[in-house]
């Protein structure tokens, strides 16, 4: 079972690049079995995908954040990628990194809460 | 505003049957599979139910999912205050390419 840890800064200033990192250990990205992917959460609210990547680097985006965002991997470290330029207040959020299997989300990695202030 | 619509509250004593539902489309809940995740306070969501309603070891039989057309539903029997929990509904969605969830149903154990 692959386990998932995001790292990053947890504040981030207001219309500059918000940047995480996720590792996947317990199993290798370049693996047809899963794919990685990033959900987030406002406070207090429900879930909302922002985008993943399949192990060939190509990558799918939430049309409502495209325009904004970079999503990476790296196999040989085995991990993915997340930048999102010009954050708001409204994109303060637990980050999640999760394991995709044909679609379906089967692993969340611990989160990550980014908050935008300056 | 979530793709999938789900209760936003729902409640039940130690031992009932509680169900939660949660509406979609064709382009998602209509033409691919749902799944069912349970979040307490906290934490990050767990996988409870998958493909409409396959349990992941270690998830009770208490647990159960259905689908039927475009609306989805998550079934707990035997309630249990250890079952109060945001429990969200999710399923891929073809126009968009990705999964879609529900808003979360908030469920208290009176």
């Known amino acids: 079972q692959v386990q998932l840890q995001e790292s990053g800064p947890g504040l981030v200033k207001p219309s500059q690049t918000l940047s995480l990192t996720c590792t996947v250990s317990?199993?290798?990205?370049?693996?047809?079995?899963?794919?990685c992917g990033w959900i987030r959460q406002h406070p207090g609210k429900g879930l909302e995908w922002i985008g993943h990547?399949?192990?060939?680097?190509?990558?799918f985006y939430n049309p409502s954040l495209r325009s904004r965002l970079t999503m990476s991997v790296d196999t040989s470290e085995d991990q993915v990628s997340l930048k999102l330029n010009s954050v708001t207040a409204a994109d303060t959020a637990v980050y999640y990194c999760?394991?995709?299997?044909?679609?379906?989300?089967?692993?969340w990695g611990q989160g990550r809460l980014v908050t935008v202030s300056s | 505003q979530s793709v999938l619509s789900q209760p936003p509250s729902a409640s039940g004593t130690p031992g009932q049957r509680v169900t939660i539902s949660c509406s979609g489309s064709?382009?998602?809940?209509?033409?691919?599979?749902v799944n069912w995740y349970q979040q307490f306070p906290g934490t990050a969501p767990k996988l409870l139910i998958y493909?409409?309603?396959q349990r992941p070891s270690g998830v009770p039989e208490r647990f159960s999912g259905s689908k039927s057309g475009t609306s989805a539903s998550l079934a707990i029997s035997g309630l249990r205050s250890e079952d109060e929990a945001d429990y969200y509904c999710?399923?891929?969605?073809?126009?968009?390419?990705?999964?879609?969830f529900g808003g979360g149903t908030k469920l208290t154990v009176l």
């Open positions: 999760v394991a995709m299997f044909q679609g379906v989300i089967v692993n």
């Open positions: 990547i399949y192990n060939d680097g190509s990558p």
């Open positions: 317990g199993g290798s990205i370049s693996s047809t079995d899963f794919f």
């Open positions: 999710a399923a891929w969605d073809d126009s968009l390419s990705g999964p879609v």
């Open positions: 493909s409409d309603n």
């Open positions: 064709s382009s998602n809940i209509g033409s691919n599979i």
